[in-house]
């Protein structure tokens, strides 16, 4: 079984790239039959709005990976939420060493976390971007920092977020343990809300799904801070990128 999940990952690894240049939301087509009315249907409806998705890797980190290159993305052109950012980024850094995360490891991650907002700050291109997050130890650097900040917001309203959890935990801090720290971990809901929360992020989740109805439903997160910064699409256990029309 060891092997099989080995050569599963290698699959993943040499046939998707960590970030994917964007292409045009067509493309969705070919990977369903057509006679998949369906998935067809939806994608009809998806046109409506969106015109390209750029796709991630689907190896666990790929919402937490979309949010980080949505997001910067989108800051590229915001020097004012760029400035809002880092001072966020650097608060809530300052509480995960409170909640007794370790300095060393902690300010490490933070610093090159940093040093990209620099990046962004002085203008680097959307090609750079894509050069960025597709270098295997600083995407990783990333995601190990989001993942943390997610955990960090967790742990630090765990009588909060402790009422969306079910009972295979029993601590908030044993759930991010397991279920949010640890590379490859897939993302959920709470994910998303804890992510979003502790970094003032509004988003929009579009589903994509075997529902019934023809329209695809979406999720907004953080709405009451404004308007999405970003849209991603989340087919069951994966996320990508989506932009409107």
Do not use: W
Request: hydrophobic share 35%.
């Amino acid at each position: 079984i060891l092997k099989q999940v080995e050569g599963i990952q290698k699959d993943i690894v040499s046939s998707s790239k960590l970030v994917g240049d964007a292409e045009s939301l067509s493309a969705l087509e070919s990977e369903y039959q057509r006679e998949d009315t369906v998935y067809q249907g939806k994608i009809q409806s998806l046109k409506k709005k969106y015109e390209r998705i750029r796709r991630t890797r689907p190896d666990g980190n790929c919402f937490f990976r979309a949010f980080a290159f949505a997001y910067l993305e989108y800051l590229l052109g915001d020097a004012a939420e760029l400035a809002r950012f880092k001072r966020t980024v650097t608060e809530r850094k300052e509480a995960l060493l409170a909640l007794g995360f370790p300095s060393f490891t902690t300010d490490d991650f933070y610093d090159n976390f940093m040093e990209i907002l620099e990046q962004v700050e002085k203008g680097i291109t959307v090609n750079d971007l894509v050069e960025l997050l597709a270098n295997d130890g600083m995407s990783d650097y990333i995601v190990v920092f989001l993942r943390l900040l997610a955990s960090g917001e967790l742990q630090g309203k765990s009588d909060f977020y402790s009422m969306f959890m079910d009972s295979t935990y029993a601590t908030v801090k044993d759930f991010c343990a397991h279920e949010v720290e640890p590379m490859y971990h897939e993302s959920d809901n709470i994910h998303i809300s804890a992510l979003s929360a502790t970094l003032q992020v509004p988003l929009r989740v579009v589903h994509m799904d075997r529902g019934k109805a023809d329209e695809v439903n979406h999720h907004d997160f953080q709405e009451d801070t404004g308007h999405p910064r970003f849209h991603l699409l989340y087919r069951p256990g994966h996320y990508d990128i989506l932009y409107t029309s």
